[in-house]
Every structure is written in C-alpha cells, then in structure tokens.
C-alpha cells in the first residue's frame, strides 16, 4: 500500500488539488493500485503546488506543480514508489528552501493529516498541554515569559506579560479570545496553519485557558477563509470528542469550552478591541485603551486576545522548553517569525525562520527574485499599513527593532514584492484608499484622513500646487500617526511616508 | 448672545473614594481614581478641546480634540479615555499637540457646510466652539472634496430635526440613546467615511425612537436641532424649573426669548433626572398656549347655557355668593373641593386652607384619592410616614428590583431610563403585572422572573413570596429583631406561614406557576440590596393598601429598609401627588399627616388661622359624588382635575356633578368637568407658576415663572380672593410666604423656604432642624413610627370578577406619549404617536369574537360601554384585556366600576369585568341602553350604602382572624379616623334597618361609635 499526499490547503485547491486528488484517486482505482490518499496541509512551497507528496522508504517523495493532465504520466512513471519524473522534486523536507527553515510553530503543518488527533499525537501534539497541566499555570506564564515570545499579530507585545495578567486578574469570568481575522495583504500564515495543523491551536489555546484561568474561549476567523473554518470545526469537533475541550480538559479538573466565530468581512475586525466588539454582537468598532483587553476585554470580563501564530507557538515552548526557543532569534525578538512570502515574487510561501534574517535574504535567496524576472523595486513587510522598502535597503534585519528603526514593522510577518513597474505614487494612494475603505469611521484622523489622502495624492499626482499639498499630506500623515485612535489609522502613513521618503521620483511625473 | 450652557467636564465623575494626585499644566490636582484627565483638567480651569466627549456619556475617544501629553509616556493619548495616575505629569498644550487639534479641525471643515451665520445652532455649536478654540484659519483641503453636504435631512419627528449634512459622526446621539436612554434605536451605519447616524436604517418616526430627546441633547452641532429653535432662533435668557407631567419632577432649563419658551432643556443639576428627559417634558410643553387654553373668567346661570366671560372680581363674588346661598340652604358641610396634583404645593395649601377655614369643614379631598392614597394608608400604618423611603438615585445600587403594577417605561420614562442603566449594570429583575410591559424583555434588558398575574390577585401573590421567604428562613432575622415590633412580627409569621399563603395555594387565583413564586422569592430574599418599585397597579385595587402593606412587610422581612439600594417606592402619576397630600388636602389630615381629630395639632391651626375647625374628617371624593346625587352636596370647587373624565365610573359622577348647584372648575382647558361647572376660573400652566413641587422621592424642586400669567393672576392669589369673599379674609404677597407658612406649620418642612431651594436646588423632606439638608433616604436607623410594624395581610378576593356575560377582565394604564386624561398631551404633536385610546386584546379572545386588528369593538362593563379600536397583541394574555384612559372620546372611565380600596377609597381601576364585541360604528361613546345592558341603578342612596356596607366588611375581614373582639376595635377606629359624620350615619341607619348583610365586627363597631355633629353647627 502506498500513502500519498495531496494538499487539501486552499491554496493548493486554488490551482487544481482536488481535481489532482480525484485524478489520482481514479487512476489508482483503474490501475488497482493499492494507495491511501491524504489531504495534508500545505508544505508552503506555494509555487509548487498542488505539491503531491509519496511516502517511500526514503522519504515523502514530491512532484509539483501536478495538474489533472499529469496524473496519468506519473503513474506510468512510477511515482507511487517514488520514481524520477519531470515533475519530481526529490525528498520534500531535503528541499533546501525547506530544510533551511526551522519551523517551530509550523511543525507539523504539510505533514500530518490536519484532522487525526492520532497523527497530532504521532507528531509531538499534546505534549505541551500535558506538560502545562503538570506543570501549574505560574510555570507555564513562566516559561512562555522566558521564551520571549511576543504577539505575532503585528503589535510585537511580551506574550508572557499578557498571560501573566489575566492570570492575576480577578474574576468569576475569564475568557481567551484567538484573533485569526487574518486580514493583511499578502499574509496567510494563519489560515495556513487553521487549514493544516488545526490541533496546534486548540492546544495553544487550551494552555492559555488553563494557565490564566478562562474557562471559555473563541477563535474569531473571518467569512473569506471558508476551507479553514470547516477544516477548525472539524478540529473543534474531534478535540471535543476526545475530551480535549469541555469539563476535565484530558481528564484534569480544568474546563475549556472554544468555539469558532466568524466575521463578515470588516478589516478592522483584526484589531482586537474591534474584534471583541463583534464577538459580543456589536458593530466592529474600536474601543479605546485603557482599559486594556487583558481586565476588562469581552463582555467586560478579563480577555486574553492572541494572535492565531503566538498562541500556536506555545505548545512547541513547553515541548521544547523556554531556552530552546530563547535560543533563536536576535536581539529582544525572539524565537522564529513565520513569513509570508508573496506578491511579484519567484518562490512565494511560507519562510519560518528565526528573527534576524535580512529582508533581502528572505526576498532573493528563499523568493527568488520577481516572478515577472524584472529587478525588484520595492518591498512592502507587514502588511498594507506597512513600510516598502526599496530594493537598496533590503539589507536591513528582519527583527523588530531593527525594523522600527528603519522606519517600518515585521507585523505578522507578510512581505510582499514589486518590480520596476510599479508606480509609488499608486501604492501611496492605495494606502489611503485602503483605509478609507476599511476605517470603522470612528476617529476623525482616519475616517475623514484617509479619504483627504486620497484626494491629496491625487492632486500631488495631478501636479496641483505639488510643493503645498506634499507639505499637507506629510502634515495628514503625521495627524494620522499621532492622532488616530487605533493602529489601522496609525499605520496608514507608514507605507506613504515610506513611499514619498524612498521613492520621491514618483511623485514629481 | 447665546445662553451660557452648562460646564461639560466631559467624561462621568469617578466614584471612587481613592484620591490621585497629579500635575497638570504645572497644577496640582487631586481627583478620585478613575477620573479621567479631561475631567481633572476641566476641574482646574485648564478645560481641553473636545467634541466626541461630554459629561454625561462614558469616554469615547473618537474625535481626538483632546490629545494631550503625558511625560514619560509615548504618543498623545486622549485625555478623555485616559485616566488620572499618581504622579502624572501632563501637558495639554503643546506645539506638537495644537498642531494636531488643528489637523483635526481642518478635517472636520473640510466636511462641514460652512453656513454658520444661517445655521439654527449659531453661538450654540461645540464645532463652531472649537474650530475657534484650536485657531483654525485655513482648511488646505478645500471644499471641493467628498462630503455629505447633499446628505438629506429627517425631519419626521415633529418636535426635532436630524440634518444628516452637519453630522460629525462622533456617536453622541447614539450613545445618548444607549448609555442614557436605554432605547439603543441609533446606531452608526456604514462605516469609514460612509458612517452616518441611523435610526435603524428608517426614519425617526418609524424607528424605535421614543422622543427623548437625549440625542438631541448630546448633539454638539444642528443635526439634530429642535424645530422650535430652527422657527424662533438662538434662546436669550433661561430659568430654572420643573417638569409638571409625572412624579419623576425632572428639572429643566426654560430657554426663552423675551416671554416665548425657545425649548426647554432638561438640567443636569436635577436631583431627580440628572440632564435627562422624556418627549413629555422635553418637547410637549406647547399646550400652555395652545388656542383652546381659556384666560378669563367666564360664569353661567346653567350649565346648558352658554358661558360669558366676566371679570375677576364678578366671577370671584358669583362663586362666592353661589357657595354662600348653598350653605345657607343646606348646611356649612353642602359644598367642599378637590385641590389638584397638578398644581404648585402653595397652591394646594390655600385650597385646603380655603375649604377648612373658609367654608368651615373639612370637605378636601385630591386627585391621590384615585391613585396613591393607598400608599399613604399602608406606609403610614406600617413605617410611620405616607411616602417612598428612597431618592431615584438609590437604585444604582440595588441588586434585585421588583417592579408590581408599573411601567416606569411608559409612565416614568426618566426613571426607567435610570433602573434600566441599572439593569443593564447586572441587577436583577422581577416583574409582577398582568401585562407584558418593556422591562420584562427589551433592549439589553430581561426580567428574571415575570409573574404574570391575574389582575386584582397582588396581595395572594405578595403573600406567597413572604410564605417562601418564611418557611425556608431566608428572613433578616437581626433587622427584625433591631427595628420591627416583634410581636406583630410573629403574629405575621404564624399567619403567612399558613398553606393558604403558600405558593401553591395562590398558584390557583393568580395563575402564576408555585415554581416561580418560590424562585423569585428566593432571588429577592438572598441579593444583598433588594428593591420594590409600584405603581398604581399595586394601589387601584380593592385591597390596595392591604398590598401596600403586604411590600412592606415583605421589605421588613427581607431587611430591605433603611439604607442604600433597598426601599418601597412609589412612582407617583403625576408632578405633586406627593406634594397635595402632604399639603393637608385629605379630608381627615392637616400639611405634614396630622389627624383632623388631634386636638394640638388642630389647635395650633386654629391659632394660626384665627379661626374654628372641624374635628371630624370630611367627605372623600366618592362620597362628595354619592352626597351630591342624594341632594347633600351642593357645591364644589375643582382645582385642576378633570374628574368626569378620570374618575371611574363616568356616568355616576358626572350625574354627581350634574346635581350641583354650584360646580365652580379651575382649570386650564374647558375640560370635561366644565361641562358641568357654572364658574370657570381659569388657570395657569406650570410656566407661569411660582412655588414648588414634590416628586416621588421627597424632593421638593422649585417651579419658576418662566414666562407671566396668561390670565393675569397666579391661581393662589384666586383662591385667596375666593375665601375671602367667602367671608374669611385670605391674603399673601408672594408665593413664598405660602411656604412660609407650610414650613411654620408642618415639621417635615420647617427647614423648607424659597430661599434655601433656590440656594441648595431641591430639598428632600423631612427638612427640619435634626435634617437641614433634607433626608434622601428614610428609616435610616429607625423608623418614623419607631418600631416597624407587621400588618396581617389576608386576601380578600374582589367581588368584582369575571362571568359569562363579563368574561374578560380590564385593566387600565399609561403610555408613553400621552399623559393621564390627555389635557395637555392631546394638544401637543404627541398624539402622533398616540392619537386614540386602543384596546390591547389577545388574538385568542379576538379570533372567538371575530375582531381583527385595527377593527373597532364595543368594550361594555355592568356599568357603561365605549367602543375603541382593537389592538391585538400577545403582551396581554388570554382573558385579559387592557386600554389606557388618554381620550375623551373613548372614555374608558365609561367601563370602570365604582369599587374601591376597603381603606381609602382608591377606585379599583384595575379590575374591570367586560365584555367585547366587534361592531361597525367608529368611536364615541354608547349608552348602556344603546348596548340592551342594564341601566345603571338610579337608587343612589343604595348605591352609596352598598359601598359603605362593602368597605366595612372587608375592615371587620381583614382582621377577622384575630377574633371578634379586636375585630370590633380596627373596624371602629378605622372608621372614627377616617370616615365623615354623614357616612358613619348612613351605616348605623343602614344596620338599625335591620338587612343583616353587615359583618358581626361592624354590627359591634357600630355600636360603639360616636357621630360628633357638633360642629356641623359652625358657620362658614
């Protein structure tokens, strides 16, 4: 019997898995071969999917990208025992782009059947939660402290100090709130990991209810991943089942009940205060801090808000220790950072790999350069609020001080590539016009901001009193980042004032 | 110029009693926790820049005006949503700041109409304020970018206008709606730049919008604008005042234009409504000069001819001398008065004063008789005093409310407003009514328990609630033993404990499942603070005040008196009932609750008032009505109450008044009174009046002339001319020494004047030498009778009840829109809302009787019949039918019975036997004859008697389980306190006739008591 992978990821489905998958299946049937068929998660190596995978005495052996046409071919080429092909791209995890990587909070994703809680457990699951419940929840704050982990929703907040004050926060209700509105351009880790490891994040969240006492918890996703809201409520169901969720979490005394919300489209739905405004059934607005989320956050009650990436990342701190995770990474960013590579980009997907890494690095050697084959000229990091950096500053280290200090932000970890043909000027505007659509409208700096950005960089655009409305727009933008309410109105400026400071030429045509 | 507003520290005042310090612009400032900067700063003097945030609603931080700088902290956080730390060092000027405020400014512009010179909010625009505050010269923008100018503008509801174009967005109004109001019919649709405020995406009028005006309070530009300014202009001059619809006494801010009331703003200074409002007192204020309003005395000969308008001083010696003839021709007890809740308590005094000393008797009654002269009975019997025991703002800390027989929503909107912020906070909730009113589910808000009553069971229901409470033991056994008589508490004990008061006993008259009777007993006995608020449903009933004093025991046992958070409080209908009664108006009590028979008290009356009293308490309403039908009572004198149309039982009291010699109406409106008054001295609105007015907590708030009499008189100075063309000489300056007199004359107020309101506000009663600054809360370490008193509180079933030819029973309420007969409300734009009086039918009846929606039925009793139209609804259950009494036309009093409460004569309004029937005439009212019903008896003596007969059996029933003997002694002092001469005659003539339906108690009361006709004999 052979097993065989094909990526059940969205992604992967987007260019013909399931079609590879049924093609695969049809002719192992005509052909009496004897296979079982796996829908796995994504290894990440987006440009090669559908990355149909082969288990072989050697190894998982990889051929990609496969359509439907392929399939054929490649039984007649033998691949079920792992034979050469054109399409053949050796054992997966020898794949330098792979094996370079240290995956720590994708682990197991592309490699277990994402929906058997027995292949979670065969792949290391659970250990940290059974650690965390021997341990004591001081221990766990301890050691999530220790690690250095910070929040992977773009904020870069000390996780540990978070956990340790709903921890300490007195009340009869406490609830962990799992921010998976994965709303940034160019980012798809999260769903990424809902969609192939679903397990990680029950148990990361199960270890945050346990340790700071929330019995309750919810995992706000948003209505455009559909895969990976099936695929988490399947997840949701089988941890039920299992006794991993419910009263006497793995037959300890501890209850933990989670289940899935999903938004309905609103960016600003990511922002945690907005999205614990949806959670209760409210408009997404932003509320303003303090009071801050950690003692008086869902329905008033003290909320630990993490981001799909920190709170997966947890199981494999407690598995492997504080110190191992310490290890990794630079300066006071710790750990590894899972980037998104996308965009005009050669070999775009999913990069994890501790903090440290030069943009360029990450842009050349694992993208490999522009898709179109054109030289890059700029890279955006951290999302569509994010700073672009042009191609002669990629040498800046991706942590994120060194970050900050070079005037933009890791965020969650997207990085998305241009080349030559892109106008700056446009990608200005389209920050603007981002936020103009997505502001919840409640502050003054980014409801009415945003739509003057526009219409500002269209006259700088225009050529209408240049000199006057470039000193406006800087003066907008810096009314932006001091005086919005929250991060969206905040960050607005960042690509803008990037664009404008690195590429002026843009806006002088 | 425009008005001064009031300050705005923006953000609520912390609660805290831990004290921050901090430094602000180089200030030292001490503020409790939680204070927000803003607010510290604006207590400093150093107010920062603000739009999005006011005092009234929780910091926002959305216009961000209000950045400010704090050392040692990165950014410029809002100063509104950050609060005050120890140490702080904060800046609310600065370059870098002024640069943003004016950033935000210039984008506010950039979207903003720029027609400030023709807006209606010109000098009163926070906008305006603050674009000049930030120094704004220059919008870079320009104009020529997106904007909502085009935006359209609501103009639906009839008292404001929502022009969208001039919205700011910062959520205002919506919070107001939410956060204040409680109704959460606003919310911001869209979002970005295409946020704009939504009444639920509809229109005001069609939205869930009930007229607040709370919105339009908080708005800081024209968008929402109050139509009256956008006719009149900018307000010139302001007074303070007090609303004079219900019992709430919300104060507001009369904003006038030379003599023209621009609006009227409700205060935040106001004890009672802190800055909040109702459509009533907010908007429909209108009627004080509407067209139909009468400004000159006007007599006639008969009431069938047409009036002729008179001077003051014909009109005044018409009256006097028709008041005179009668007492001549019939004796000094022929002619008495009614003083009004409506008016001022000075001029309630002179109008008790008048018919005591002036017509020699004590023929007084007011309009609490049909409403909360239960109250008085029960608490005074019980607690010593005849009002609430807390102030409104108690309840913010109550755990569990019980709400029986009201519907603070409809009747007391500001005070429902503020016992739903309560809710909202998590207290919880028992509702006990027949009805499904908003509080049992509405926005945000839900009853824990809704006891779903039948109407007329309160007291079977109260009695299982105490049952649970004792036989599980989860009484305050130590404030029981500390502050109750003891031996009257276990006297109760054994008798609530009884299976007849049991959950299950009662499940079967009230129809309420055992189940929750015992879980929403328990709920009220174990939360710490717990909380009875009632209204008339609890007092119009035939054991009225036994059900007062079934809550105060129910109070008493559970601990619940005395403090913070806990009490029994009446919502009292209308602005003085509180007032009237305290002000001496009934027949048997001088000002203060002073019994007519105690010889110091009456003493020190005669002394100030030169003059002799009667010792034997007068006629009640109802027995004025069943005296003047059998030829005894000849005159009245009617201050502001309209009792044809409120009283029950239509058709027997304008066949009362009818009888008259002389009906002499004060009043506002030709009303349906006036149809039969031979005098009409017309009145003033509260506009025009000087004096004071009581609410339901005590508070005794100033009523200020906003604006002169219309009729070129205050009512006061009326009366005064009245009594002394009656012959007893009456005169005062001013109002002010009316109070004067009141305090020299009343214990509770002696610390009472003009001018120590004016100084301190409003004043809670008692005000005395041991409570200078007035008592917010009552029975604090003891109560007013000393030891708290347990009342045995037997059901004793109505006699009124359904039968196959009455099978539905009618109960009778207020709704929002409109107040009590309507006088006013009918003239303003509130009957929008409420244009005609709707019978509220279950579909179930409906369906068996082929009534559908919106069709109109014949509604007919064992006394009278209207038609109205029907509205089915499920807030009523089966069996149950409900109207509310706004409309003349529909008359809902034409149905009531002249039942009454067994103590005080309360009608039983809500309990009515009735039968509905579809038909096609539209409106008006029927005759019994029209309908083949049996004619009303015309036997009035009999009728009289019948009710005397009842009310004294239900005395002896009420105590019949202590025996006979003590039986004998409450039936007797019960009638030697409070029943006049003419009815113990009555009764003693009725049981010497030998018809044997008199209890045994009665029979052995009668024998014993004593008609003191004596003074009958003194001159008027």
């Known amino acids: 019997m052979t097993t065989i992978y094909v990526p059940r990821d969205s992604a992967a489905r987007s260019v013909g898995a399931d079609d590879v998958a049924v093609a695969i299946a049809r002719e192992a049937a005509v052909r009496g071969a004897d296979v079982t068929l796996i829908r796995n998660g994504s290894r990440g190596l987006l440009w090669l999917e559908p990355l149909v995978e082969v288990v072989t005495e050697s190894g998982r052996v990889g051929y990609g990208p496969v359509t439907e046409s392929d399939v054929a071919g490649l039984f007649d080429a033998g691949f079920l025992a792992g034979s050469d092909h054109p399409l053949s791209v050796g054992i997966v995890e020898e794949i330098a782009w792979l094996k370079d990587q240290q995956r720590v909070t994708f682990s197991r994703v592309g490699i277990v059947d994402p929906l058997s809680l027995n292949d979670y457990e065969a792949h290391g699951g659970l250990v940290g939660l059974r650690r965390a419940l021997e341990i004591g929840g001081d221990a766990v704050v301890e050691e999530v402290l220790a690690s250095g982990l910070r929040g992977r929703g773009g904020a870069g907040f000390p996780a540990g100090i978070k956990w340790r004050t709903v921890r300490g926060a007195q009340s009869d209700q406490k609830y962990v709130c799992c921010n998976a509105d994965e709303g940034d351009s160019g980012t798809f880790a999260d769903r990424m990991l809902m969609e192939g490891d679903p397990f990680t994040l029950i148990e990361g969240m199960v270890i945050a209810g346990i340790t700071t006492g929330a019995t309750q918890g919810f995992i706000y996703s948003r209505s455009e991943y559909p895969d990976a809201n099936d695929t988490m409520r399947e997840a949701l169901e089988i941890a039920y089942l299992n006794g991993l969720l419910g009263n006497g979490v793995l037959g300890s005394e501890h209850a933990f009940d989670l289940s899935l919300r999903v938004g309905a489209g609103a960016y600003i739905c990511g922002e945690e205060t907005a999205m614990l405004e949806s959670l209760e059934g409210l408009r997404g607005m932003v509320r303003p801090k303090p009071p801050i989320p950690a003692l008086e956050g869902l329905f008033g009650m003290p909320t630990l808000v993490n981001n799909v990436m920190t709170l997966a990342s947890v199981p494999g701190i407690l598995v492997d220790g504080s110190a191992a995770y310490q290890a990794l990474g630079s300066e006071r960013s710790r750990g590894t950072q899972v980037f998104q590579l996308a965009g005009n980009i050669a070999q775009g997907g999913i990069v994890e790999i501790p903090f440290g890494i030069t943009l360029s690095e990450l842009v050349n050697t694992y993208g490999g350069g522009t898709r179109s084959g054109r030289p890059v000229r700029a890279v955006q990091v951290g999302g569509p609020l994010g700073a672009y950096f042009p191609a002669d500053k990629l040498d800046v280290s991706l942590d994120y001080e060194a970050m900050l200090a070079a005037g933009g932000m890791v965020g969650h970890g997207g990085v998305v590539v241009f080349d030559e043909s892109v106008d700056m000027s446009l990608q200005a505007r389209f920050a603007m016009e981002f936020c103009a659509k997505e502001s919840c409208g409640k502050c003054t700096p980014c409801r009415i901001g945003a739509v003057r950005g526009v219409e500002t960089i269209d006259k700088i655009r225009e050529g209408v009193d240049r000199p006057g409305n470039l000193v406006l727009l800087n003066d907008l933008c810096d009314l932006m980042t001091d005086g919005s309410l929250c991060a969206m109105g905040g960050l607005t400026p960042m690509p803008v004032q990037s664009a404008l400071r690195h590429f002026p030429e843009d806006f002088q045509r | ?1020």
């Open chain 2, 1 to 1020: 110029m425009t008005i001064m507003r009031d300050a705005d520290y923006g953000t609520p005042a912390s609660t805290s009693t831990e004290l921050v310090t901090l430094t602000i612009d180089g200030n030292t400032v001490e503020v409790p926790a939680g204070t927000s900067i803003m607010r510290a700063a604006a207590e400093v003097g150093m107010s920062v820049p603000k739009l999005c945030a006011t005092d009234s609603l929780a910091a926002f931080g959305s216009c961000r005006l209000c950045l400010v700088e704090v050392d040692g902290r990165r950014g410029t956080p809002a100063s509104c949503t950050t609060p005050c730390e120890p140490g702080m060092v904060v800046h609310t000027q600065s370059p870098k700041i002024e640069k943003l405020r004016k950033g935000v400014m210039e984008l506010y512009i950039s979207d903003h109409p720029l027609d400030c010179l023709t807006c209606p909010a010109n000098g009163d625009c926070e906008l305006q304020d603050m674009a000049g505050v930030v120094g704004l010269r220059d919008v870079r923008y320009g104009y020529d970018g997106a904007n909502h100018l085009d935006a359209p503008t609501d103009d639906s509801n009839p008292y404001f206008s929502f022009d969208e174009s001039k919205c700011i967005a910062c959520s205002r109004c919506v919070r107001a709606c939410g956060e204040v109001q409680g109704t959460f019919a606003l919310t911001i649709e869209g979002r970005g730049f295409a946020s704009k405020v939504s009444p639920g995406g509809l229109d005001f009028m069609n939205s869930e919008c009930v007229s607040c005006g709370a919105c339009v309070q908080a708005c800081p530009t024209s968008t929402l604008q109050e139509k009256t300014v956008i006719q009149l202009g900018t307000p010139t001059r302001k007074v303070e005042t007090t609303c004079a619809y219900c019992g709430v006494g919300c104060s507001f801010t009369a904003e006038m234009r030379g003599d023209q009331v621009v609006r009227m703003t409700p205060s935040k200074k106001g004890g009672a409504n802190e800055g909040h409002s109702c459509v009533k007192g907010r908007f429909a204020w209108g009627y004080a000069s509407h067209d139909d309003r009468i400004t000159s005395p006007m007599i006639r000969e008969k009431i069938t001819d047409e009036w002729r308008v008179v001077s003051w001083d014909e009109a005044i010696e018409y009256a006097a001398n028709g008041l005179k003839a009668i007492q001549a021709k019939y004796g000094v007890n022929s002619i008495g008065g009614i003083t009004s809740s409506r008016c001022t308590n000075e001029e309630v005094y002179v109008v008790q004063k008048m018919i005591r000393a002036a017509f020699g008797n004590n023929n007084v009654d007011t309009c609490a008789r049909v409403c909360h002269s239960p109250t008085g009975y029960g608490l005074s019997t019980t607690f010593g005093t005849s009002a609430g025991t807390q102030d409104f703002k108690s309840i913010g800390k109550t755990d569990v409310i019980m709400v029986i027989g009201a519907n603070p929503t409809e009747a007391h909107p500001v005070f429902g407003s503020r016992m739903k912020r309560r809710l909202r906070q998590g207290a919880h909730l028992i509702v006990v009514d027949p009805r499904r009113i908003d509080l049992v589910k509405s926005a945000h808000v839900e009853a824990d328990y809704h006891l779903q009553l039948q109407p007329g069971t309160n007291v079977a229901i109260i009695n299982a609630l105490a049952h649970v409470i004792a036989v599980e033991g989860l009484y305050d056994q130590a404030f029981i033993d500390e502050r109750c008589d003891t031996e009257s508490f276990a006297e109760w004990l054994e008798f609530i404990k009884r299976p007849e008061n049991g959950p299950e006993a009662m499940s079967i008259p009230t129809g309420v499942p055992a189940d929750d009777i015992r879980a929403a007993a328990r709920l009220f006995a174990t939360e710490t603070n717990g909380a009875i608020y009632y209204g008339l449903g609890v007092t119009e009933h035939s054991q009225g005040s036994t059900m007062v004093m079934g809550m105060a025991n129910l109070a008493m046992l559970t601990g619940n008196i005395g403090r913070e958070g806990v009490g029994i409080n009446p919502l009292r209908g209308q602005n003085n009932v509180q007032g009237a009664c305290d002000m001496g108006s009934f027949p048997h009590e001088f000002s203060g609750y002073r019994h007519v028979t105690d010889d110091t008290v009456r003493g020190q009356f005669e002394a100030m008032w030169g003059t002799k009293l009667q010792s034997q308490p007068g006629l009640r309403i109802p027995n004025m009505f069943d005296a003047a039908l059998v030829g005894e009572f000849r005159g009245i004198y009617v201050q502001g109450e309209d009792i044809a149309q409120s009283d029950p039982n239509t058709r027997h009291v304008k066949a009362a008044l009818g009888s008259m010699d002389l009906v002499i109406v004060q009043d506002l409106f030709l009303n349906e009174t006036a149809a039969f008054a031979h005098v009409f001295l017309p009145g003033t609105s509260f506009l025009e009046k000087n004096g004071t007015f009581t609410n339901a907590e005590r508070r005794i708030n100033r009523v200020r002339p906003v604006m002169t009499s219309r009729t070129g008189k205050s009512e006061w100075e009326v009366t005064c001319a009245l009594a002394t063309a009656v012959g007893y000489p009456m005169h005062y300056d001013h109002s002010s020494q009316i109070m004067d007199e009141i305090a020299a004359m009343t214990p509770t107020f002696a610390g009472v004047s003009f001018a120590k309101l004016d100084a301190v506000g409003s004043l809670q009663w008692p005000c005395n030498a041991a409570n200078p600054e007035g008592t917010p809360i009552m029975h604090k370490a003891a109560f007013v009778r000393g030891k708290g008193r347990f009342m045995e509180t037997g059901v004793v079933p109505t006699d009124e009840r359904s039968t196959r030819k009455f099978p539905l029973l009618l109960t009778t309420g207020r709704v929002l829109s409109q107040y009590n007969v309507g006088a006013q409300t009918r003239r303003t734009a509130n009957i929008e809302w409420h244009g005609e009086d709707m019978l509220e039918i279950h579909e179930a009846d409906a369906e068996l009787r082929g009534i559908t929606d919106g069709s109109w039925v014949e509604l007919a009793s064992r006394v009278g019949a209207t038609t109205m139209r029907a509205r089915i609804s499920d807030r009523v259950p089966p069996g149950v039918v409900y109207t509310t009494f706004h409309f003349p036309l529909s008359g809902a009093n034409v149905v009531t019975t002249d039942y009454s409460d067994w103590a005080t004569n309360c009608p039983e309004y809500k309990v009515t036997a009735v039968e509905i029937r579809p038909t096609l005439t539209a409106g008006g009212l029927a005759s019994a004859e029209d309908l083949g019903l049996k004619p009303h008896s015309t036997d009035y003596r009999a009728n009289a008697i019948a009710t005397l007969v009842r009310m004294a059996n239900q005395i002896a029933s009420n105590n019949e389980s202590k025996g006979l003997a003590p039986a004998i002694i409450a039936v007797e002092r019960h009638i030697g306190l409070f029943w006049s001469n003419g009815m113990k005659a009555d009764l003693i003539e009725h049981a010497a006739s030998g018809v044997g339906d008199l209890a045994p108690a009665v029979l052995g009361a009668l024998g014993t008591l004593v008609v003191d006709s004596a003074m009958d004999d003194i001159e008027a």
